[in-house]
């Protein structure tokens, strides 16, 4: 089954504790791309990556990192979590101009 | 920089009804749109892609239709369902990002 998985799905955890939340998809796609949604702010997107090795900045990408050494992984990483970063955070995927799929999404909250 | 606008915010309906969401968006500059939905607490669902140079795309009882002149994009939902009750939301791709709308909250009323 096509799909973009995300883990983990639910993570509560406290100021300044580095975490890793992981993004993996198996339909071969170039393109990655890490969005939170938030009460009021709607979607944003935070990085994205056009392929291997190949990253960029969003709207929102203060405070988180990304790499992608592998096609079908994108972590996002926030190595000193902080209160405002408790959000919902999706992850991405398409191929070329087709449509994005996005993964089940991630509920974070920094305490 | 594109900003995307759905209107109305939330929307109540007897079962049966058809119905029309709209969105706006300020930049015509884009590559496709695509219609969303989302159940509470739960991912993205892809409704429906319109290329840009596409003006329209059907599925089922939805269809959605874009006018990049006027900025504008519809999506048409017919014989509504208590099952459609979720939010739908529209996006403006370009420049290697999605621009997303507020939502539209839909209530379908058995």
């Known amino acids: 089954e096509a799909q973009v998985t995300q883990n983990p799905r639910y993570l509560i955890t406290v100021t300044g504790k580095k975490l890793t939340v992981t993004c993996s998809q198996n339909?071969?796609?170039?393109?990655m791309s890490w969005y939170r949604q938030d009460p009021g702010l709607g979607l944003r997107q935070i990085y994205y990556?056009?392929?291997?090795?190949?990253?960029d900045k969003g709207d929102v990408p203060e405070g988180y990192k990304v790499s992608r050494k592998e096609k079908r992984n994108f972590p996002l990483i926030l190595e000193s979590p902080s209160p405002n970063q408790t959000s919902l955070y999706f992850c991405a995927s398409k191929r070329g101009v087709s449509e994005q799929y996005f993964g089940p999404g991630t509920r974070l909250t920094v305490t | 920089k594109q900003e995307v606008t759905q209107i109305p915010a939330a929307l109540s309906v007897p079962e049966g009804e058809n119905l029309v969401l709209n969105c706006s968006f300020t930049?015509?500059?884009?590559?496709?749109l695509q219609w969303f939905r989302q159940d509470p607490g739960k991912g993205l669902t892809s409704l429906l892609l319109?290329?840009?140079?596409?003006r329209e795309q059907t599925s089922g009882r939805l269809n959605a239709s874009l006018d990049k002149s006027s900025g504008r994009s519809t999506l048409y939902i017919a014989a509504s369902q208590p099952g459609d009750s979720a939010t739908y939301l529209c996006?403006?791709?370009?420049?290697?990002?999605?621009?997303f709308g507020q939502g539209t909250r839909l209530t379908i009323n058995p």
């Open positions: 990556s056009m392929n291997v090795e190949v990253t």
């Open positions: 996006a403006a791709e370009g420049a290697q990002k999605l621009v």
């Open positions: 339909m071969n796609h170039e393109y």
């Open positions: 930049d015509s500059a884009i590559y496709n």
């Open positions: 319109i290329q840009s140079s596409q």
